[in-house]
Nanobody, 124 residues
Framework: QLKLVESGGGLVQPGGSLRLSCAAS????????LAWFRQVPGKEREGVSS????????LYVDSVKGRFTISRDDAARMVFLQMNSLKPEDTGVYYC?????????????????WGQGIQVTVSS
């Protein structure tokens, strides 16, 4: 059974950092594209970052460029989102997603599997 489980969320002050992790199980990991999305109540889910199966291609939404970094550890079957210089507008529920294609994309319709989500709150 395919499963994605996020961890590492929480409350952080503006300017602080968090590292989100997503552990995968139940599928052959190596040829899958991965991504992080986030959602704020009342708004549509937004693609934050994506990484290709090879790790050679990464994508970021403009609002996080230069602050967030996505990475993957294929041996551990994990994907990470390092979030630095956090802002209150980064607050939301963050979701890990996987798709059965190699390319990176921020289009949520392209993703087949989702984690349960984890809360990130940036507030003083």
């Amino acid at each position: 059974q395919l499963k994605l489980v996020e961890s590492g969320g929480g409350l952080v002050q503006p300017g602080g950092s968090l590292r989100l992790s997503c552990a995968a199980s139940g599928f052959y990991w190596d040829y899958w594209g991965l991504a992080w999305f986030r959602q704020v109540p009342g708004k549509e889910r937004e693609g934050v970052s994506s990484i290709s199966s090879s790790g050679d291609t990464t994508l970021y939404v403009d609002s996080v460029k230069g602050r967030f970094t996505i990475s993957r550890d294929d041996a551990a079957r994990m994907v990470f989102l390092q979030m630095n210089s956090l802002k209150p507008e980064d607050t939301g529920v963050y979701y890990c997603a996987a798709r059965q294609y190699r390319a990176a994309t921020l289009n949520e319709e392209m993703y087949d599997y989702w984690g349960q989500g984890i809360q990130v709150t940036v507030s003083s």
